[in-house]
């Protein structure tokens, strides 16, 4: 009964500031904060909240922020509607105070404040106090421009949101998500934001361009930076792009892990092979170890929480994957007997094999003689090359999965593997090292496998062909197998990049032609190359130029081991 009287004693508050007692608010609060009960009915009067509604619906998707922006978008209303009502409100001045006093409350018992809008809001309440806002410079630009949004039109509110959050973020919309709010704007009526509406080019070209691929991402950075002696917290900060370039090495370090060769050897890496069409681009090779940073702490935690997905992922599909590891295992092991049975015996030299001389004429097969001199057995060094842009990003536990699988297979058949992925962020082709040739039975960092970025093939695959190479012994076998999606791009488009020539871009026809190149090299080093490609039909033509006959198509990724299972049967019986 108390609490059926509480609920209509703070409606009837939303009721009567928002005069009008047919809507039914999804929210309310209890007495104690009758402040935002005044605060809820007003915004109700006076705010078109369907437009709103749909202003969060074009922020939403795909936007790890989305949160964050609604709460930021919710507290200027507040701010708007409370700058409004103290012009004839008494007591509300007072109200806000007290519930000021319950926000910060939650404040004093955080060691740090876990997002963006955290600090605002903890900055937003402090000021009611007429304290100084505590946080770094950009925080503050940010919280200013904010609250100077003066606005009661409710499609200017949200154009200056819009364009405020644009500034201080690297976010990125569909372009018909970019038409629509621009209908919406001008028409003053909401529209619809839902992601099924858009073409499957239009999102998948989103999802390659998003990040820079991340995503979102804020334009200077999102950063846990040392506050400074007056506090001695980990705050985010956002930085601009005057210190840009003096963070980049620092970002993809924070952001990937440490560097696992020496500085001197990345350098000599780059000098040979950034050079073209990729000059001046950087190479980073991880194995994902993190340095004890405030921003390194930041990412780890997020690739913890990817990698413990993919961790889950392997072990429910655990009965699963094992069939699939003894299947392949038995593929290879019965070509590998054939294989030695067929060439350690059956020579074109030695004694007449007289049940298969008929071959000699009719088949022209001129191996119809025993010999006792056996050749050196065969030796195999896999690469399986992973594409780990953000076109990876919804199927990344399965992509761990697969990668599992056939990891665990060669162990079993003592076939040496190495396993990779690469993406491109900003200027760095990053390769993260999950396991290497020497690590049998070492497979639990694939677990580790996370997509982001976009991906300049051709300088991978160049890096990859060295890198094989290292290995100078004539009688080894040397595979390649590379998953992809089939489109090159590492296109720079977002605010950050607003001066990059068309002439750089590394995009389509450029980067198809450049990539193919390497592939044809890769060939002619005697390197056994397969392509298995993930892409949509248009990409399919893309696919053939860039590795002619040597690539296969699968539409689910859980068939990646099998296709791997017909290739080496393939490669050790031809």
Sequence with gaps: MTDTFEKLRAMNVIWDYAGDYSIFPKNYYPMDENYKNIIEGFKFKNFRLDLFSSFFSYLKND????????????????????????????????????????????????KETENVFEQIEKAYY????GRTIKE???????????????????????????????????FERFEQYNE???????????KNFDKEDLDDSEIEKNINDQFEIQSAEFNGYIYFEEKKKDTNKDIFIFEGDDKKNKREDNFIEDFYGKLSISKKRQELLERELAKGIHKGKKLYFTNGEYTDSPNARFNQKIRKKQSDKNKKYIEINLSINNRAINELKRTIENSLSNYEEDELYRK?????????????????????????????????????????????????????DQAYIIASAMDKVNIPIRIMSFSTLRDY?????YRDYKDKGKNDK??????????????????????????????????????????????KH??????????????????????????RKLKSDRISVLGVFTGEDEDIENAKLIYGTDFCRITKLENFSKVVSIYMKNIMTN
């Design 136 to 170: 770094g410079k950009i925080v503050r630009d940010f919280y200013k421009e904010l609250f100077s949004i003066n606005t009661y039109k409710s499609p200017e509110i949200i154009k200056d949101l819009d364009v405020l959050f644009k500034k201080y973020f690297l």
């Design 446 to 491: 694939i677990f580790n496998f996370f997509a982001s970025g976009s991906n300049r093939d051709g300088l991978a695959f160049k890096t990859i062909h060295k890198l094989i190479n290292e290995n100078m012994d004539e009688n080894v076998r040397k595979i390649l197998i590379i998953l992809s999606d089939g489109r090159p791009n590492d296109e």
């Design 126 to 129: 402090e000021k009611v106090f």
């Design 429 to 433: 082709t990053v390769f993260n090292l």
């Design 494 to 519: 977002n605010i950050n990049n607003v001066n990059a020539k068309i002439k750089d871009q590394y995009i389509e026809k450029k980067a198809v032609d450049d990539t193919a190149k390497e592939i």
């Design 180 to 190: 629509l709010f621009d209908q919406m704007i001008e028409e003053e009526k909401p």
């Design 63 to 110: 936007n790890p922020f989305f949160e964050e922006f609604k709460n930021i978008s919710l507290l200027l209303l507040d701010d708007l509607a409370f700058r409004k009502l103290k012009e004839r409100n008494l007591v509300i001045e007072d109200l806000r105070k007290s519930y000021a006093n319950f926000i910060l409350n939650k404040y004093r018992y955080k």
């Design 348 to 400: 074109n030299y030695g004694l007449l094999d007289s049940i298969n001389v008929w071959k000699a004429e009719i088949l022209n097969d001129s191996k119809i003689f025993f010999s006792n001199n056996k050749d050196p057995k065969p030796k195999f060094q896999i690469d399986l090359l992973i594409d780990g842009s953000a076109s990876q990003i919804k199927r990344q536990e399965v992509v761990a």
